[in-house]
């Protein structure tokens, strides 16, 4: 006949036995289920960035893509809609141009494809009064330049009268090339008019012409100083900074200072150095002048 002896492990004190085999209990558990949490964090991780990804890649995409992938009929009213309420105060309503350049053209000089337009209504174009448009989103820029490019189907253009001949002749004669370059001849106090008929109507560039204040450049706002040695002068600022100030006076001429050696440095808003032709010009003249303006499209 066979015995068996069972031997027990001696316990240690009730509630501290209890309390150490919880723990051990615990332990032993602990490990497995920080495994697989940690095996579910990497795996979220992995489809974040999974998800990220794919998501700059269509972005990118957008971006660089060469033709316009939104050009159906709901797509430019979606872009008029948006035309509207965000380009139409300068360019007009119809892309007709007005402080903004004439959109309403087969081809256009600075977006002469979809990515350069898209380009374009996303960066803004630097050194102009074309901001970035931050606010629309990529599908709704690509909506607009279908828009846009809608409207070179449609003929806008008006016989503008007058005689571009003549009209070169008064701008030759009234000193405006002292100010103005044209073919990168002349001044450069005023905007350069190269490609003006291009970039602004014919209403635009009368008013330009009669009320200067009302159609003002970004840029070439007047200013006035006076040094504390007494000196004064009248221009336009080149470039500001905190500390120094660069103008171009009335004459053409460069001016740096430092802004601690202004006793007066008053910008004129709303005043612009070009004077008003409306008493100046007779109401011919005037049609010549404009329409000689309307005929600089940087063609030559």
Not at 60 to 78: F, G, K, R, W
Request: proline letters at 6%.
């Amino acid at each position: 006949m066979m015995t068996f002896q069972f031997f027990r492990r001696p316990m240690p004190f009730r509630g501290a036995g209890i309390l150490a085999g919880h723990v051990g209990f615990r332990a032993a558990v602990r490990p497995w289920t920080a495994v697989a949490a940690t095996s579910h964090r990497i795996q979220y991780v992995r489809v974040m960035k999974l998800t990220l990804l794919i998501a700059s890649a269509l972005t990118l995409a957008a971006q660089t893509e060469q033709h316009n992938p939104y050009t159906t009929a709901s797509d430019i009213s979606q872009g008029k809609r948006i035309f509207q309420g965000h380009c139409a105060g300068c360019h007009g309503p119809g892309g007709e141009g007005g402080r903004g350049a004439i959109l309403a053209r087969p081809t256009l000089t600075r977006a002469t494809d979809d990515a350069t337009l898209y380009q374009i209504l996303k960066d803004g174009i630097k050194g102009t009064e074309m901001p970035p448009a931050p606010e629309l989103n990529d599908h709704e820029k690509w909506q607009v330049a279908a828009f846009v490019k809608s409207l070179g189907r449609v003929d806008v253009s008006k016989s503008i009268p007058g005689d571009p001949t003549k009209g070169e002749q008064l701008f030759a004669s009234n000193g405006c090339s002292k100010c103005h370059t044209v073919n990168m001849k002349g001044g450069r106090m005023g905007p350069d008019l190269t490609q003006i008929g291009a970039r602004r109507n014919a209403a635009y560039l009368r008013e330009a012409l009669v009320a200067p204040e009302a159609a003002l450049p970004e840029g070439f706002m007047e200013v006035r100083l006076t040094t504390k040695t007494g000196e004064h002068l009248t221009g336009i600022v080149i470039n500001e900074d905190t500390y120094s100030v660069q103008i171009r006076d009335l004459a053409d001429r460069l001016h740096s200072f430092w802004k601690h050696e202004l006793s007066e440095f008053r910008k004129e808003r709303g005043k612009s150095p070009m004077p008003s032709y409306r008493d100046k010009l007779s109401p011919a003249d005037l049609d010549d002048l404009v329409s000689y303006l309307a005929s600089l499209r940087g063609d030559s």
